[in-house]
């Protein structure tokens, strides 16, 4: 960002002026600015283009990774093929190369046919459908001049998009409110549809044109929408609903999902078919003339618009609201509502809050009880893990998690009816007990061995020795003399100590007893350490429950093979740290194991029980490429960090496995891409985040991730 400049990431093009609906509560020709009437009715090809390059101008001078542009009117598809068609080409070949571009269009679908679903399909032109609801409540406002219904013919575009062919460029279902209208009734008939989204939208008023409410009823539009959140969620929230996601994700600390909630600053500007920027057009209910900003793009940058007194007024979070907003204990999630709303003509402007305030206030409460969101706050640092910006601090606190979940395991094995059988468990345990008391330093340690935690969930399933608890006892305590002496399991001649190395001995028993002087004992093997660019890490080609990836793991390499590591991974390093300084951060504070691979763990791998302290990596012995290793090391780290989250976080339905694998995949591309600067696989993993992002299983803090993995595309 420049100066004092907030850049504007949403563009809303008028392209069509007029409509072939007569929508009563339409704020285009219904409420107060009547502009549509002195401007043209198609949008001509100079103006398109002219915008097109003056939003490439302002995304390059900002370095905006991606913009959304929302072609709308009046209705949109009256511009017809030919000319949406050259504003798809003039938006797409302005912002090639530059910025990402989310291409979209809001309808009211009745001229939606297959031209136009071939046409978007084409340009990747994401498609937003307005419908009410039921026949009742669509028919009550989306009517044609004469009177009309156009439920039908709205029904049968729906049903064109979500053909195979075309399903993935639905983007969901606009819905204004009407509490005449009986909103499980309205909400059934549009979840029927299965779009990807809902978005529930408040009719625009003032305080001087304020809402419809029935008698004697204090919040209807929160009761209203409180009704269609308990039959959402008596259905298990088979489809996402923004409104309700958003005050979810904001009561969690989250950001806001919708402009009428939430505090973050006003980033939209509309362009009309005349050429002339204006500020959201949900303004035209305030006043004649409240959108209007005196520019155009002829003569004026995008930067110019983001100076316009309306548009700053709205560009400072808490300190732009009223003081009756500032002390309310909601106001971090309401945000004082759409700025529209808190309009009233007698002076005080939009200094006030919300014509909806209380019914704003009831659902961001309701909303907080029932979900228990409180409850389900995120860790720290959970939009930096999401982004890739965290500085270490986030992993260091899901490291401390791992160790609370580590600990929890292995109580939850001490607890059993059928305690574990192995004669080595029970003094062991004991012993890690009174260390704890005696020495702080020892069960943190123990709990910290990145793979005491497979042993320990293969303990769970009877594939695991708990004798082995010993030998972690052991490597936590003897090195740093807190203890004389532990009696540890000899498998195979070997007694081993987890992460610090093995010992070879001569005993005819199953056990033997290790003192504080093992480390320098004859037969002594050490494991390895790795440097690099400040970092530490063992080399781990010993522990005997390592073996927790997706191929087995490598044993003992001989010392041309150390060498070979201790060459690549300062290279595989530097990559990191300059493409993913984020990810390095991370990697630093939290990674400790890295353990051989007889091969690359593959595209379709999912990550280990190891978390992100152990990563397993295969190097090929003659042509060892520290690209390919710097991407499997990021590939596997984020793995990692899900891993972690997701014994602290609910990001979406377990049952739903091919969500997780989706969000799990998508991580880590996210920042392997950007190793690897490849353009067609950045596209193809925004194709992947995309289909991600409608993803109805995904929770409210599951989608407040998946939006922080945008933000790093």
């Known amino acids: 960002m420049t100066g004092s400049v907030v850049p504007l990431r949403q563009l809303v093009l008028k392209v069509h002026s007029r409509c072939d609906l007569a929508c009563r509560h339409c704020y285009v020709y219904e409420h107060a600015d009547q502009s549509w009437t002195s401007r043209p009715t198609v949008i001509s090809e100079e103006i398109v283009s002219r915008t097109?390059?003056?939003?490439?101008?302002?995304?390059?001078?900002?370095?905006?990774?991606?913009?959304?542009?929302?072609?709308?009117?009046g209705e949109p598809l009256l511009a017809g093929p030919g000319r949406l068609r050259f504003v798809c080409e003039q938006l797409r070949g302005a912002l090639r190369g530059i910025s990402d571009l989310d291409l979209r269009i809001h309808t009211n679908g009745l001229q939606l046919n297959q031209r136009y679903l071939d046409l978007f399909a084409e340009y990747d032109v994401r498609v937003g459908i307005s419908l009410d609801g039921d026949r009742a409540a669509n028919d009550r406002h989306r009517l044609y001049r004469d009177g009309r219904s156009s439920y039908d013919k709205v029904l049968a575009a729906i049903a064109r998009l979500r053909q195979d062919?075309?399903?993935?460029?639905?983007?969901?279902?606009?819905?204004t409110v009407d509490v005449r209208n009986d909103p499980v009734a309205v909400y059934d008939a549009l979840a029927l549809l299965r779009p990807p989204r809902i978005d529930f939208l408040l009719p625009h008023a003032t305080w001087d044109t304020?809402?419809?409410?029935?008698?004697?009823?204090a919040t209807p539009y929160a009761d209203w929408l409180l009704a269609i959140h308990d039959r959402w969620t008596g259905q298990g929230r088979p489809v996402p609903v923004r409104l309700f996601d958003s005050v979810i994700s904001t009561l969690g600390g989250g950001p806001a999902q919708t402009e009428s909630m939430g505090l973050e600053s006003a980033d939209v500007v509309v362009v009309e078919t005349d050429g002339t920027y204006e500020q959201a057009d949900s303004l035209k209910t305030a006043y004649d003339g409240a959108p209007g900003t005196g520019k155009d793009v002829?003569?004026?940058?995008?930067?110019?618009?983001?100076?316009?007194?309306?548009?700053?007024?709205?560009?400072?979070?808490?300190?732009?609201l009223s003081a009756q907003c500032r002390a309310c204990p909601v106001v971090r999630s309401c945000g004082g509502g759409l700025f529209a709303h808190r309009y009233r003509g007698d002076g005080s402007g939009f200094d006030n809050p919300s014509v909806y305030c209380a019914d704003l206030k009831q659902l961001v409460e309701s909303?907080?009880?029932?979900?228990?969101?409180?409850?389900?706050?995120?860790?720290?640092?959970?939009?930096?893990?999401?982004?890739?910006?965290?500085?270490?601090?986030?992993?260091?606190?899901?490291?401390?998690?791992?160790?609370?979940?580590?600990?929890?395991?292995?109580?939850?094995?001490?607890?059993?009816?059928?305690?574990p059988a192995g004669k080595l468990w029970e003094p062991?345990?004991?012993?890690?007990?009174?260390?704890?008391?005696?020495?702080?330093?020892?069960?943190?340690?123990?709990?910290?061995?990145?793979?005491?935690?497979?042993?320990?969930?293969?303990?769970?399933?009877?594939?695991?020795?708990?004798d082995h608890l010993a030998s972690l006892v052991a490597a936590a305590a003897l090195p740093v003399g807190a203890a004389d002496s532990v009696e540890v399991p000899v498998t195979d001649g070997i007694a081993y100590l987890p992460g610090a190395g093995r010992l070879r001995v001569e005993t005819v028993g199953d056990s033997v007893e290790l003192t504080s002087d093992v480390l320098r004992c004859a037969g002594w093997e050490p494991v390895r350490r790795l440097r690099f660019g400040g970092c530490e890490v063992a080399l781990d080609d010993i522990d005997p429950y390592r073996d927790s990836f997706a191929v087995p793991v490598r044993s003992r390499l001989t010392d041309d093979e150390v060498a070979l590591w201790r060459q690549v991974l300062?290279?595989?390093?530097?990559?990191?740290?300059?493409?993913?300084?984020?990810?390095?951060?991370?990697?630093?504070?939290?990674?400790?194991?890295?353990?051989?691979?007889?091969?690359?763990?593959?595209?379709?791998?999912?990550?280990?029980?190891?978390?992100?302290?152990?990563?397993?990596?295969?190097?090929?012995?003659r042509d060892p490429e520290p690209v390919r290793a710097a991407a499997d090391l990021v590939r596997g780290f984020r793995l990692g960090i899900l891993d972690v989250l997701l014994d602290e976080c609910e990001l979406h339905d377990e049952a739903d496995t091919s969500t997780g694998?989706?969000?799990?995949?998508?991580?880590?591309?996210?920042?392997?891409?950007?190793?690897?600067?490849?353009?067609?696989?950045?596209?193809?993993?925004?194709?992947?985040?995309?289909e991600l992002s409608d993803s109805a299983s995904l929770t409210a803090l599951g989608r407040r991730f998946v939006d922080g993995i945008g933000r790093s595309l």
């Open 570 to 621: 300062p290279q595989a390093w530097q990559l990191i740290v300059q493409a993913l300084p984020g990810t390095a951060a991370g990697m630093a504070a939290g990674l400790r194991v890295l353990s051989p691979l007889v091969a690359p763990p593959g595209p379709d791998a999912t990550g280990a029980g190891s978390g992100f302290a152990a990563l397993g990596l295969h190097l090929a012995p």
């Open 428 to 466: 062991a345990w004991q012993l890690a007990l009174d260390l704890q008391l005696r020495d702080e330093r020892v069960l943190p340690s123990l709990l910290a061995h990145p793979y005491t935690r497979p042993w320990a969930i293969r303990c769970l399933d009877a594939t695991a020795s708990p």
């Open 367 to 419: 909303l907080g009880t029932r979900t228990g969101v409180d409850a389900a706050r995120p860790v720290d640092g959970f939009d930096a893990l999401a982004d890739g910006t965290d500085d270490g601090t986030a992993v260091r606190a899901l490291a401390e998690i791992r160790q609370h979940v580590t600990l929890d395991l292995l109580k939850e094995l001490n607890a059993e009816p059928a305690r």
């Open 165 to 175: 062919r075309y399903r993935h460029l639905f983007a969901g279902i606009l819905c």
């Open 661 to 690: 694998a989706l969000l799990a995949d998508t991580y880590a591309r996210a920042a392997t891409d950007t190793l690897h600067d490849d353009p067609r696989s950045a596209a193809r993993t925004r194709a992947r985040w995309r």
């Open 298 to 320: 002829f003569r004026h940058t995008l930067d110019e618009v983001s100076r316009h007194p309306g548009m700053t007024a709205r560009q400072h979070g808490l300190d732009d």
């Open 210 to 217: 304020p809402p419809p409410r029935p008698q004697d009823t």
């Open 52 to 73: 097109a390059l003056r939003l490439a101008e302002h995304a390059k001078a900002h370095e905006l990774a991606s913009v959304q542009v929302i072609l709308h009117g």
